[in-house]
């Protein structure tokens, strides 16, 4: 296998993956295919929606075509060019408890019709089953996954290593290891459609996130049964590289229309908001005149072309180094979505890991949620790995950030300045000026142009969890530092007195100097003044 990374943002990857037939790039969706019953002939998914890749079910195809493909071959039988994936079964006995196969049938089945991707028949774990069922699962899976390389006879395959344990997080992560050392070119999350079913996409989250760390870097991740476009970001910005939906198909036989960010009614619609091809030539009223067939054909298609768009957004986002704020638009979508995106402050720091520490833009902080963004997490931990304040540095002098950027050379920091002149050369030299600011925490003036301290916006007024964290950093700067005394400018009408409280918490308790100032509006002499007679007490200047 053949597997290149192009580009990356947060755990996203736009990736070269090479198969048999084709090489595909990814962020990849699978749309899933029955040939019994397809709204969308298989050879015009290529042609017309673009699609590179699609899934089908090596068990529902040999219990009722039987010999068919094996005659014909896979790509023959289903009309199709592209790369074409295969499941092995093990949804049905999610659904139904078991199958009429076995292992090595479905294996040998999969390399007769000549699957370009292919999947063991794992056990999947399921939502309502206990932690010893789960065990279960996981264990039969990982027996299976070794018991398959004695079975499998081609080489130009590539095979795919489920990961089981549901919700139970310590069974994924166990799963995810294990399955990690046996030499498959891709893994999936298993069991992943009865969490999505019962909307609990924060689980999914942690599942995801956990599976990841489990397995290596280079080897690509699906994600079984992803569903609805709005959730296709989050799963690119965890790290599924791979995914798989028959939600188009099946959305449209229940008359279901679906955007990016949710699904309507068709007989609840006065107006197609899409200009996809279809959606242009109709409105809800002409659509309603024809056969039950066509307009499921009409939905089919349109949720196709809805999928395949917001794909290519988040392609985009990628490149733009932007998939953060893609990710945070699509999840505030619903309440569900939004509580997976909040989960990811757990798992921050491996998201920060593996996230570029510099893009080709700035970012745009909206609230909260944004705590976890790489960014943000980076900076703070090189905040404290590699940064010393200036060693004849006596006074922490705390100024509050301004709305233009880079602090330094904004029209309040000219206040600043004269003060200092104000306080003499060799006094100024002793009080180290920084800036609190949101997202970051406390910022040094010499670091003020150093990505993405300056290349940011932020949403004002700040949330008060937002102000907590700049109050927690600054107070963390400050235990670091070997100040002897602490000088800050509030803003209260910008933070009222959470960061000026914690300040002077940690100061008593560190038996620091501290005095603080209210702000004026027009940044009078008599401020600066007062100042300078603060800074010059707390140097011990008469």
Known sequence: MSFEIKEKDLLGRIGKLKTKTTTVETPLLFPVINPSSQPIPSSRLKETFGCQALITNSYIIKKRFKQIPLEQGLHKFLNYNGTIMTDSGAYQILV???????????????????????????????????????????????KRAKAFFDLKTRDDILWVGPIQGGRHLNLVEQSAIEMSKLPFQIHALGSPTEVMENYRYDVLADMILTAKKGIPTERPLHLFGAGHPSMFALAVSLGCDLFDSAAYALYAREGRYMTENGTWRLDQMDYFPCSCPQCVSETPQSLHQKPVKDREIFLAEHNLYVCIAELRRIKQAIRDGRLWEHTEMRLHAHPALLSALKRVRSHEDFLEKFSPTAKPSGFFYFNAVGLARPEIVHYRKRLIERYMPPTEAKILFLVPQTRN???????????????????????????????YAAPFGVIPLELDEVYPLSQHEVVLPLDLETISYVAEQTVAFIKRGAYQGIVLLNDRKFWGTTVRDAVWDVCQSQMLTFDFVEANTDGTREMLLHIVRILRQQLDVK
Do not use: N
Request: include cysteine; hydrophobic fraction near 40%.
């Open 405 to 435: 950027k880079p602090f330094h050379k904004a029209p309040e920091m000219k206040k600043i300045r004269q003060l200092m002149r104000m306080l003499g050369e060799d006094l100024a030299t002793q009080v180290h000026v920084c800036v």
């Open 96 to 142: 139904y408890g078991e199958v009429e196969v076995t292992q090595k049938e479905i294996v040998a089945y999969q390399e007769g019709i000549g699957s370009d991707i292919a999947t063991i028949l794992d056990i999947p774990t399921g939502w309502k089953v206990t932690k010893d069922e789960a065990e279960v699962t996981v264990a039969e899976t990982l």
